[in-house]
């Protein structure tokens, strides 16, 4: 089931995922955002719970390992602390999150003076911990994820963003669009070349 | 789907532990809205209108002319402060500035054609425009939040506002009176600087350039360099990119260093160190010739 950002909960999700969402929490986003921005610290403690795991796995598929990954994180949420104050709540705060997410990982990229890369033994040494896989979704779940990981990686950038939020994060087209300030039929495009490149990367289930 | 991989608790704390001790700093209590609303509305509203009153006074006709140094060319900024205060929106604002650092090349071209005095005056005024462009599109760019287009957008003002800029002053420095041009290439030197601070051009150009290039400009080796470059930039506006390019790369640099090198500041300095050391060297040398010839007699 596809999700919009920061709004409903896929029932597949694991269970602290289920936590992130905004009507179990008990008070929503934007709430939050306005109370931390206010100087409540723990309003934004709830919203870093809510929110660590998801652009932890975004910056995960982007960068080379865990440790990057890691820091990166890092980096989104100390820039959100700052930034929280010109937080407009019009925009949902994953959305908003995801964007300083975007702009740490092109700012990291052009730090290492290249494109990110994942090698294959990279790829190999994480766990990716509880695997969710759609029986449906053939080609990447008929593949190994160290494989996926590593062929995430030989995609652009913006691919790459767009890969991840659909098939790890689950998001629809249209909330893909919010996030990366493009079009959702330039998304749906986006995404149909992605998937044509990883075929090619990625042997079929058959071929195995 | 793809696999969801978790973060590790002990990093989830740690990080949760470090946002809560640095929130503590960061996150202050904001004053209420209504003191936020009357320091940024209130205060820019009272200016307008006592600008305003004095531009329907007929001060400002006098204030629309004026240049840098004259008495009614504060009103003329302060009615640009009004105009910047009320733009809310971060590109507009953007915009703004690069007008207003227009102006102020405006009125250098001015002085530097009528008024040769005022022409540093006015230099440095269109230094101080092009320094708030420039912490501008800094500022904008290096917002966490900001977007890709936005952050090319607030490059693309920078961009094209030093094309510009750059066509403006070489046809200028190509016209303007021998008193001006110090001025105008002080202007020059200033438009250089608008670029983003991530610009490879900005950092490893703008600190060598500006002490070395200030001692050899009067001695006047990079004119006939540039002067090529105002005939080419002149006629076509849409080539200055490609000129933008090399010309701060290799021109100026090999005029600056030709410029300090070439003064014959090294053979003042050689005349006097070879007297000195030849009159020192052929005294001792006298009193140890008596010596040998002295010490086989006694």
């Given at each position: 089931?596809?999700?919009?950002?920061?709004?409903?909960?896929?029932?597949?999700?694991?269970?602290?995922?289920?936590?992130?969402?905004?009507?179990?929490?008990?008070?929503?986003?934007?709430?939050?955002?306005?109370?931390?921005?206010?100087?409540d610290?723990?309003?934004?403690?709830?919203?870093?719970?809510?929110?660590?795991?998801?652009?932890?796995?975004?910056?995960?598929?982007?960068?080379?390992?865990?440790?990057?990954?890691?820091?990166?994180?890092?980096?989104?949420?100390?820039?959100?602390?700052?930034?929280?104050?010109?937080?407009?709540?019009?925009?949902?705060?994953?959305?908003?999150?995801y964007?300083?997410?975007?702009?740490?990982?092109i700012?990291?990229?052009?730090?290492?003076?290249?494109?990110?890369?994942?090698?294959f033994?990279?790829?190999?040494?994480?766990?990716?911990?509880?695997?969710?896989?759609?029986?449906?979704?053939?080609?990447?779940?008929?593949?190994?994820?160290s494989?996926?990981?590593?062929?995430?990686?030989?995609?652009?950038?913006?691919?790459?963003?767009?890969?991840?939020?659909r098939?790890?994060?689950?998001?629809?087209?249209?909330?893909?669009?919010?996030?990366?300030?493009?079009?959702?039929?330039?998304?749906?495009?986006?995404?149909?070349?992605?998937?044509?490149?990883?075929?090619?990367?990625i042997?079929?289930?058959?071929a195995? | 789907?793809?696999?969801?991989?978790?973060p590790?608790?002990?990093?989830?704390?740690?990080?949760?532990?470090?946002?809560m001790?640095?929130?503590r700093?960061?996150?202050?209590?904001?004053?209420?809205?209504?003191?936020?609303?009357?320091?940024?509305?209130?205060?820019?509203?009272?200016?307008?209108?006592?600008?305003?009153?004095?531009?329907?006074?007929?001060?400002?006709v006098?204030?629309?002319?004026?240049?840098?140094?004259?008495?009614?060319?504060?009103?003329?900024?302060?009615?640009?402060?009004?105009?910047?205060?009320?733009?809310?929106?971060?590109?507009?604002?953007?915009?703004?500035?690069?007008?207003?650092?227009?102006?102020?090349?405006?009125?250098?071209?001015?002085?530097?054609?009528?008024?040769?005095?005022?022409?540093?005056?006015a230099?440095?005024?269109y230094?101080?425009?092009?320094?708030?462009?420039?912490?501008a599109?800094?500022?904008?760019?290096?917002?966490?939040?900001?977007?890709?287009?936005?952050?090319?957008?607030?490059?693309?003002?920078?961009?094209?506002?030093?094309?510009?800029?750059e066509?403006?002053?070489?046809?200028l420095?190509?016209?303007?009176?021998?008193?001006?041009?110090?001025?105008?290439?002080?202007?020059?030197?200033?438009?250089?600087?608008?670029?983003?601070?991530?610009?490879?051009?900005?950092?490893?150009?703008?600190?060598p350039?500006?002490?070395?290039?200030?001692?050899?400009?009067?001695?006047?080796?990079?004119?006939?360099?540039?002067?090529p470059?105002?005939?080419?930039?002149?006629?076509?506006?849409?080539t200055?990119?490609?000129?933008?390019?090399?010309?701060?790369?290799?021109?100026?640099?090999?005029?600056?260093?030709?410029?300090?090198?070439?003064?014959?500041?090294?053979?003042?300095?050689?005349?006097?160190?070879?007297?000195?050391?030849?009159?020192?060297?052929?005294?001792?040398?006298?009193?140890?010739?008596?010596?040998?010839?002295?010490?086989?007699?006694?």
């Amino acid at each position: 089931m596809v999700r919009s950002v920061g709004v409903e909960e896929s029932p597949n999700r694991p269970p602290d995922q289920a936590v992130t969402s905004g009507e179990r929490a008990g008070e929503d986003d934007r709430a939050l955002a306005a109370r931390a921005s206010g100087g409540d610290a723990e309003a934004f403690g709830i919203l870093y719970d809510r929110y660590m795991a998801p652009v932890y796995r975004y910056v995960f598929y982007r960068v080379r390992n865990e440790a990057e990954a890691e820091d990166v994180t890092s980096d989104v949420f100390m820039k959100a602390l700052r930034a929280i104050p010109r937080y407009e709540p019009r925009q949902a705060f994953l959305a908003w999150l995801y964007r300083i997410a975007r702009n740490a990982v092109i700012d990291r990229g052009r730090r290492l003076a290249s494109r990110t890369q994942v090698t294959f033994e990279d790829a190999l040494t994480h766990d990716p911990g509880e695997r969710v896989i759609d029986p449906d979704q053939g080609l990447l779940a008929g593949s190994d994820a160290s494989v996926v990981r590593a062929a995430i990686a030989r995609l652009t950038p913006l691919q790459q963003e767009v890969i991840v939020l659909r098939y790890v994060e689950d998001l629809d087209t249209k909330a893909i669009a919010k996030i990366t300030g493009r079009r959702d039929g330039t998304i749906r495009g986006i995404e149909f070349r992605a998937l044509g490149v990883l075929r090619g990367l990625i042997p079929s289930r058959e071929a195995l | 789907m793809l696999p969801r991989p978790e973060p590790r608790d002990e990093f989830r704390r740690a990080l949760r532990g470090r946002l809560m001790a640095e929130a503590r700093t960061v996150l202050v209590p904001r004053e209420p809205i209504w003191h936020r609303f009357q320091r940024l509305w209130l205060r820019p509203a009272v200016a307008f209108a006592a600008v305003a009153l004095l531009l329907t006074t007929g001060t400002g006709v006098a204030a629309a002319g004026s240049l840098p140094g004259d008495p009614a060319f504060a009103l003329k900024r302060a009615a640009e402060d009004v105009q910047l205060a009320l733009t809310l929106d971060d590109g507009a604002k953007l915009r703004v500035l690069a007008e207003q650092a227009d102006h102020r090349l405006a009125e250098l071209s001015r002085a530097s054609t009528e008024r040769a005095t005022a022409a540093p005056t006015a230099s440095a005024a269109y230094a101080e425009a092009v320094a708030k462009l420039t912490t501008a599109v800094d500022a904008l760019r290096g917002r966490p939040d900001a977007d890709e287009s936005k952050r090319e957008e607030a490059k693309t003002v920078a961009d094209s506002a030093r094309a510009k800029h750059e066509v403006i002053l070489n046809e200028l420095q190509r016209t303007a009176p021998e008193d001006a041009q110090d001025a105008i290439e002080h202007a020059k030197r200033e438009t250089e600087k608008i670029r983003p601070s991530d610009d490879p051009a900005r950092r490893p150009g703008s600190v060598p350039t500006k002490s070395p290039e200030r001692t050899a400009r009067p001695t006047e080796t990079p004119k006939p360099t540039e002067t090529p470059k105002v005939g080419e930039t002149a006629k076509p506006t849409a080539t200055p990119e490609t000129r933008r390019t090399s010309e701060p790369t290799k021109t100026p640099e090999a005029g600056r260093t030709s410029g300090p090198t070439g003064t014959p500041k090294a053979e003042p300095t050689a005349e006097p160190t070879k007297t000195p050391e030849a009159e020192r060297t052929s005294a001792p040398t006298e009193t140890r010739r008596p010596s040998p010839s002295a010490s086989p007699g006694n």
